[in-house]
């Protein structure tokens, strides 16, 4: 299948780990489901997310099977249902946030696939520098992949941490803009600690691939972003954040104030 080299990619992204490299920081990568606790919300929880010093964000689609998400991130999700909103809206959303820092699209398949054969070009249109599939494994459907892959937006492909080490260079090798490990086994959400096997994991990937390397699942204190922000090049917050996102955006923006306090300690 066709993939883009890293280089050639979303200037976005890499110019913004580039940028990152040169000053000796780490990727604060915060998550939000589109659309929650609802549309007005929702746009300016991004714009306080990029305030607050975020340097990407994941825009979550919402989706009514959400089945890698825990109980946070699918009520969420089916809270943005029930007030319509759908992909449409939330390429609408990240329009209407018109962020200065990159913007990923994180979805299920379904979703983008209703959205036609334009969806990931309305996408790019609309502001999204990236797109991250959930449940598109490596080698489950090469034509959708090439799809994915000669978008004009970053692929960004997820790697478990149970991947043997040849399987994650070739995930690697069919993605840009910086590759996603997953810290543990099961669905999102909020965990007491960091898994004692993450910095052998992510010393695996790092020896598979070139690519930035972000951490994720599971990361919702301080101290547990600044040791992830160790072992890798960024910090995926999602469960955390949307949490506090449905008691108010400031709660939000105070939690990303701290989680980036904690990231640039690292």
């Known amino acids: 299948m066709a993939s883009r080299s890293a280089t050639i990619s979303s200037d976005a992204i890499a110019l913004r780990f580039a ?47 959400p089945l890698a998400d825990g109980v946070v991130i699918q009520a969420s999700s089916q809270a943005a249902l ?46 999204a520098s990236g797109v991250l599939v959930t449940d598109l494994p490596l080698g489950a459907d090469p034509v959708l992949e090439a799809w994915f892959a000669d978008s004009p937006l970053d692929f960004i492909r997820l790697v478990a941490p149970t991947t043997p080490a040849s399987r994650m260079a070739e995930i690697a090798r069919t993605g840009s803009g910086f590759v996603y490990l997953i810290s543990r086994l099961g669905v999102t959400g909020e965990r007491g600690d960091v898994p004692a096997h993450l910095p ?46 449905g008691e108010s955006v400031e709660a939000a923006l105070a939690l990303a104030v701290s989680l980036r306090r904690a990231i640039d300690e690292a």
């Open 19 to 65: 940028r990152l490299k040169e000053e000796g920081r780490r990727a604060f990568v915060p998550y939000v489901t589109a659309g929650h606790p609802d549309r007005a919300r929702s746009v300016a929880l991004l714009q306080g997310l990029e305030a607050a010093g975020a340097d990407i964000v994941e825009v979550g689609v919402p989706f009514s099977a």
């Open 200 to 245: 052998a994991t992510a010393a695996r990937l790092r020896a598979a691939t070139s690519l930035p390397l972000c951490i994720g699942f599971g990361i919702a204190r301080p101290e547990q972003a600044r040791a992830g922000a160790a072992l890798a090049d960024g910090v995926v917050v999602g469960s955390a954040i949307v949490r506090a996102a």
């Open 82 to 127: 029930d007030q319509g909103i759908r992909l449409d809206q939330v390429l609408e959303i990240i329009a209407e946030a018109r962020l200065a820092i990159p913007v990923v699209l994180f979805s299920y398949l379904n979703p983008l696939l209703r959205g036609g054969d334009d969806a990931l070009q309305r996408a790019a249109d609309a502001g």
